[in-house]
C-alpha cells in the first residue's frame, strides 16, 4: 500500500534539496576559485564579459570530449589545459 505524502512532508523535502543544491554549488565555486588563485588567474584584471567567453571555450572543448565518448579524448584535452608540463608558460607565484 503506497503511502501518502502531506504537504508538509514535501515542502520538507523540498527544502533538503534546496540545501543540497545550495551546498553544491558553494563547493564548485570554491573549487573554481583555487584553480583560479593557483594558476594566477585571479590577481589579473580580466573583464567579466572575457572570463565569461573563457570559461565558455572551456566548457565547448571538454563537451566535445564528452561526445567523442571517455576513450582518450577527455584525458588528451585534460593533459592540454595546463599548456602542458614543464612549459615557459608555467609560472610559479611563490613570492
Known amino acids: ?11 520538507a523535502q523540498i527544502e533538503k534539496l534546496r540545501e543540497r543544491r545550495r551546498n553544491l554549488i558553494v563547493k ?3 573549487r573554481f576559485a583555487r584553480a583560479a588563485t593557483k594558476s594566477g588567474l585571479a590577481e589579473m584584471e580580466i573583464a567579466d564579459e572575457e572570463v565569461d ?13 564528452e561526445k567523442k565518448g571517455a576513450s582518450g579524448a577527455s584525458a588528451s584535452t585534460r593533459g592540454q589545459a595546463g599548456g602542458g608540463t614543464g612549459t615557459p608558460a608555467a609560472v610559479s607565484h611563490d613570492v
Open 53 to 65: 567567453r573563457i570559461f565558455e571555450e572551456i566548457a565547448v572543448r571538454f563537451r566535445r570530449g
Open 1 to 11: 500500500m503506497a503511502v501518502k505524502s502531506s504537504i508538509s512532508d514535501i515542502d
Open 28 to 30: 564548485s565555486a570554491d
